[in-house]
């Protein structure tokens, strides 16, 4: 290809990241790194087991699954034509992209329930804001074929854990049962019905979808059209048997294990896929993007998709949101620094300074040496500065008495130690 000469101004030099972007600095990564472990811990814990899909998918695995109607597909996928003309989406969240992978590696044949976990970057075209980004990052997980209450309160509990693992207290849980496709279209109906009467009244937003969700005009965040619809029949009264007794074992479930619920009868969730149990976790620490992890069963999904009728269930949590809360809270992660910071007293000792700090790594030591030829002093200072746990200074003298002076840089402790020993000093 040819390279763009640096003078040809259609190219702008002063490159930024994209809108609604983020770069994760070095300085950020520790709380990264300290939170995922966390999050991977728990899931090892569960036995949920970690899935790593591609970022991009046919477009319409999305379409399909998330909804033609939805926010998501509708205008905030990341869509374009690759150059052999076929049409990709950059990955809104993880569910279609885990289901379509369990379908084409038939992982129902091994197992008859498959417990995966995800940690990695989404995209949606969304307007930033606090909290909302357009590449940011879920983790999530799906129990995919077990029909069971069990299940769905398992995966309600590990979320949970999670945030409680992290020091998180201050959130809450609502939940509801959105009906499957027998008892959903009939209190459909009637939603729709009483709907009409007030359309005129509503929000545009919420008119456009008292035809084809009037669900999610329930869940409209408007508040005349909260108003307007505050004694509407809700899906919980219109439940036929089956989703009522797994709806009651779900509350019941939650009550035995000891988490507090809230039953949000207007709860619908941004993805169609959704069949009996929906929730949602939302911190009052966030402000108005308050969400913190959503979930739920989706029954028909596999199907849909082209699998076997294969019951499902699952959540999926924003990484930043919970990252916030932590910062917010002054959570200190543990940082990474050297276990010695070995500096040259004069150039003699340069060569052995270097050797020997690439001996102690290769035997499992985090060791750091000036790269930067600077003096002592600058050397000591970048001791400091690293949070070494030791710093080791090594000139002409120490070569030749074959001894140093090993310093502990926080209580400022000294001992000699012989040099030919180093690396079994910090090895016990
Ligand atoms: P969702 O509610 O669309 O569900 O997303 C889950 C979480 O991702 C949200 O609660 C929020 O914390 C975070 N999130 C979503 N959009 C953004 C954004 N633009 N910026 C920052 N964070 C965001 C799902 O994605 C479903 N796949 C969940 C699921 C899994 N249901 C069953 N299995």
């Known amino acids: 290809?040819?390279?763009?000469?640096?003078h040809d101004n259609r190219y702008p030099v002063n490159y930024r990241s994209i809108k609604g972007t983020k770069d994760i600095l070095p300085s950020e990564t520790p709380l990264w790194q300290f939170v995922e472990q966390t999050i991977r811990e728990v899931f090892r814990q569960f036995n949920y087991k970690e899935i790593r899909t591609p970022v991009f998918e046919t477009t319409s695995l999305f379409a399909r699954s998330i909804g033609e109607l939805t926010d998501i597909v509708g205008k905030e996928m990341y869509t374009f034509q690759d150059r052999s003309g076929d049409s990709i989406t950059l990955r809104p969240e993880g569910t279609a992209s885990a289901i379509r992978a369990y379908i084409q590696n038939n992982l129902g044949e091994a197992l008859p329930l498959s417990k995966?976990?995800?940690?990695?970057?989404?995209?949606?075209?969304?307007?930033p804001?606090?909290?909302r980004l357009r590449q940011f990052h879920q983790f999530g997980a799906e129990a995919i074929g077990s029909p069971t209450a069990e299940t769905d309160v398992e995966i309600i509990a590990m979320t949970i854990e999670i945030y409680k693992r992290l020091g998180i207290t201050n959130y809450s849980l609502?939940?509801?049962?959105?009906?499957?496709?027998e008892c959903r279209p009939k209190y459909k109906e009637i939603l729709n019905a009483e709907l009409q009467k007030i359309a005129g009244q509503l929000s545009t937003e919420s008119q456009k979808r008292i035809d084809q969700n009037p669900m999610r005009v329930l869940d409209s965040k408007n508040e005349n059209d909260q108003k307007l619809t505050a004694g509407m029949p809700l899906i919980t009264d219109y439940l036929n048997e089956e989703c009522a007794t797994h709806f009651a074992k779900v509350k019941s479930l939650l009550t035995a294990y000891g988490i507090p619920y809230t039953v949000n009868g207007r709860l619908v969730r941004g993805l169609d896929y959704y069949t009996k149990t929906a929730f949602e976790i939302t911190s009052t620490e966030l402000g108005s993007q308050d969400a913190l992890a959503g979930g739920g069963r989706y029954d028909l999904l596999v199907k849909e998709l082209?699998?076997?009728?294969?019951?499902?269930?699952?959540?999926a949590a924003g990484m930043e949101r919970l990252l916030m809360i932590l910062e917010k809270k002054g959570f200190q992660p543990p940082q990474q620094r050297p276990t010695v910071f070995i500096a040259a007293a004069d150039d003699a000792a340069r060569e052995w300074v270097l050797t020997t700090t690439m001996k102690l790594r290769s035997q499992g030591i985090a060791s750091?040496?000036?790269?930067?030829?600077?003096s002592l002093?600058?050397?000591?200072?970048?001791a400091d500065r690293q949070q070494a746990e030791f710093s080791l200074v090594v000139g002409a003298t120490e070569l030749e008495s074959g001894k140093a002076l090993l310093k502990h840089l926080s209580d400022h402790s000294q001992q000699n130690i012989v040099l030919e020993a180093i690396a079994e000093f910090f090895k016990h």
């Open 1 to 6: 290809m040819r390279r763009i000469p640096s």
């Open 174 to 181: 609502q939940i509801n049962s959105v009906g499957d496709e």
């Open 129 to 131: 804001q606090a909290g």
């Open 116 to 127: 995966v976990y995800y940690i990695g970057p989404m995209f949606r075209q969304e307007r």
């Open 377 to 382: 002093k600058s050397q000591m200072k970048e």
């Open 368 to 374: 750091e040496c000036d790269l930067l030829a600077r």
């Open 306 to 315: 082209g699998g076997k009728q294969t019951p499902s269930v699952g959540f």
